[in-house]
Antibody
């Protein structure tokens, strides 16, 4: 059973860059899409983007080009980098494994709360 | 941001059956059999309970079942139990940007 774990700072200053890492264990890194999803406090889920194990990525254009997702296959990690953050980016951020052939998320990390505030 | 439409809340008594709807368009639910459902208990991450409209992952109770008609998908829970109290989210692949949408979420309350 694959396991995912998010890590990173819980507090980010407005206009700064939010960086998170997801570590993948007990499962293959190959042939899957690795995704980031967020959930503002008390609200619903929002797909942010994903990266295929080959390195190809796709992002939610709602983020206006502020998002980059990258892979570190040697360490079985993938990362999120969101620039120019505002209070609207305050959310629980989840990393998840996405099955691209059947289009569903089959495993999620526990999530990490990131607050954007000065 | 676009989202699939779900009722905000559904409730039922223990042992009863409930159904949660998820309404989309011809660009998502109506055109693809890539509907999934997740259960999210308070303070926890979502967990997959249905994929491919009606398939259950190993270990998920048979009390959960999924279906689709036109642009609307549905999740049914039979024999409602206290442990089913949670938020439920549908999701679907879609044509357009973003390529993947979640529903607005439904809070299930067991009376």
């Amino acid at each position: 059973q694959v396991q995912l774990q998010e890590s990173g700072p819980g507090l980010v200053q407005p206009s700064e860059t939010l960086s998170l890492t997801c570590s993948v264990s007990r499962g293959s890194f190959m042939s899957y899409y690795w995704s980031w999803i967020r959930q503002p406090p008390g609200k619903g889920l929002e797909w942010l983007g994903h990266v295929f194990y080959s390195g190809t990525s796709n992002y939610n254009s709602y983020l206006g080009g502020r998002l980059t997702i990258s892979l570190d296959t040697s360490n079985k990690q993938f990362s999120l980098r969101l620039t120019s953050v505002t209070a609207a980016d305050t959310a629980i951020y989840y990393c998840a494994r996405f099955r691209g052939r059947d289009y569903y998320f089959d495993s999620w990390g526990p999530g990490i709360l990131v607050t954007v505030s000065s | 941001q676009s989202a699939l439409t779900q009722p905000a809340s559904v409730s039922g008594s223990p042992g009863q059956s409930i159904t949660i709807s998820c309404t989309g368009t011809n660009n998502d639910i109506g055109n693809y059999d890539f509907v999934s459902w997740h259960q999210q208990r308070p303070g926890k991450a979502p967990e997959l309970i249905i994929f491919g409209v009606s398939d259950r992952p190993s270990g998920v109770s048979t009390r959960f079942s999924g279906s689709k008609s036109g642009n609307t998908a549905s999740l049914s829970i039979s024999g409602l139990q206290a442990e089913d109290e949670a938020d439920y989210y549908c999701s679907s692949y879609r044509t357009g940007d973003p390529p993947y949408l979640f529903g607005t979420g439904t809070k299930v309350t067991v009376l």
